[in-house]
């Protein structure tokens, strides 16, 4: 009997409550900090300046490091996390994350130049619901789902492409979805209250602390 994929969203966001929990509190902290703490701001206020600097191509380096190099290493160096293929599994993060660095930075412009920079809360949850409803419904997450499952096909477009049939959104991407908005929902009302130079990299930092929790988890399950 199939399941519900909305079910088993739901499901794998319960699974990660409590990193999930985790991952709201580091956001809210970052950004009390960043208003409240001089420090933070003035070593943000850097990020931004080389943001502007060498634009979109900046933040696909600020996701390639913290979503890419951090967690592919880290899985090398756990037995039971570390890829059949390192060296392929290496060259696929570095592409992949500096990829959606360049995507991600891109479409924050789009939403400023659509919303404006104000921090209301008009504004944050338009642009959060255009983000999660929109971006992410029809491009970043399918885009996810289908260049992981033809990763997890050795690389092999002929293996992924019977998947591609009907339903192949409800079964590849729907789930990972629903998962995505209890996740990020909260996590976009902090990276719309920054400065929009600054909003790819926390949404990187974020995205790379997730998956460091998540190699926590996976590390220790059977």
């Known amino acids: 009997m199939k399941k519900n994929p909305f079910l088993i969203g739901l499901q794998s966001a319960r699974a990660n409550l409590i ?3 985790i991952l709201q509190v580091a956001a809210v902290l970052l950004i009390v900090s960043y208003y409240y703490i001089p420090e933070v701001k003035d070593g943000l206020a850097i990020v931004g300046v080389w943001q502007e600097r060498y634009g979109v191509f900046f933040a696909g380096v600020s996701y ?3 979503c890419g190099l951090i967690p592919t290493l880290i899985c090398l ?5 570390r890829p059949e293929a390192p060296v392929k599994a290496f060259v696929f993060a570095c592409v992949f994350w ?3 660095g360049v995507l991600v930075a891109l479409f924050y412009q789009f939403q400023s130049a ?4 104000g921090h209301d809360l008009g504004t944050l949850v338009m642009k959060a619901c255009f983000d999660q409803f929109v971006f992410s419904a029809f ?4 885009f996810l789902a289908i260049v992981h499952v033809w990763k997890d096909r050795n690389y092999r477009w002929s293996r992924v492409r019977p998947m591609l049939g009907r339903g192949w959104y409800g079964r590849l991407v729907l789930p990972t979805l629903v998962m995505n ?3 990020w929902f909260p996590s976009l009302f902090v990276i719309y209250s920054m400065p929009v130079l600054l909003q790819p990299h926390i949404a990187g930092l974020i995205s790379g602390f997730w998956s460091l929790l998540c ?6 399950a059977e």
């Open 114 to 117: 659509l919303f404006g920079d």
């Open 181 to 183: 908005w209890s996740i």
């Open 215 to 220: 190699l926590q988890i996976a590390a220790r």
């Open 139 to 142: 491009l970043s997450v399918p």
């Open 98 to 100: 500096s990829t959606m």
């Open 77 to 81: 160096f756990i037995p039971s996390l």
């Open 19 to 21: 990193p999930g929990l």
């Open 64 to 66: 390639l490091f913290f």
